[in-house]
């Protein structure tokens, strides 16, 4: 049984070794893992039961914590300005991927989707590991995502290092994802 808590710093030592930890995000409990640890990231794909291809996105606390991933000689001033423009907030944006964004985050895209969060207790989450961190809907793929801890856990009753035991924020659905290049959304 994974261990509740409600130290967002709990969650931290979890993630950097390579483990699968739940928290609370602006609609949905999410699930995160180091995004630079291949086999973490291919663990959360089997505990979703979800394709690797689809890819993952990242949520950081602040820009900084997602600037390295974003390949900025690709990307216009306009296309970071429209993103900043929704930051911190429930937005997602696809963004040509730098050369420091590993190719198991993207699955088959060209770009990496970031976010960097609006919600306190993901951004603090973020804060404690010291670096954006991989974030998808804490439910197997096909089912509703879990909106409290407990539905977290009742998903994944192994499997995680750690639950963060906080409430999500008052959006009624998961993060619109955008293209920063184009405006177009992948997902409303």
Not at 18 to 38: K, M, N, Q, W
Not at 106 to 121: I, K, M, N, S
């Amino acid at each position: 049984m994974s261990v509740l808590t409600n130290d967002p710093a709990d969650l931290a030592m979890p993630l950097r070794g390579g483990r699968i930890v739940a928290y609370p995000t602006e609609a949905v409990f999410g699930l995160g893992c180091d995004p630079h640890s291949e086999r973490a990231v291919a663990d959360l794909a089997a505990l979703k039961q979800r394709s690797p291809e689809q890819g993952f996105l990242l949520i950081g606390s602040d820009f900084a914590q997602i600037a390295p991933y974003i390949d900025m000689g690709k990307t216009p001033a306009d296309a970071l300005d429209r993103a900043m423009a929704t930051w911190p907030g429930p937005y997602t944006w696809i963004f040509p991927a730098s050369p420091h964004a590993p190719s198991w985050l993207r699955g088959t895209r060209a770009g990496v989707a970031l976010r960097v969060t609006g919600h306190a207790w993901a951004a603090r989450v973020c804060e404690a590991f010291g670096a954006a961190i991989v974030s998808t809907s804490a439910n197997p793929h096909g089912l509703p995502p879990a909106r409290t801890a407990r539905e977290a856990q009742a998903y994944f009753p192994t499997g995680l290092g750690a639950i963060l035991d906080a409430p999500v924020g008052a959006q009624g659905r998961p993060s619109t994802i955008r293209d920063a290049l184009t405006g177009a959304i992948a997902r409303a």
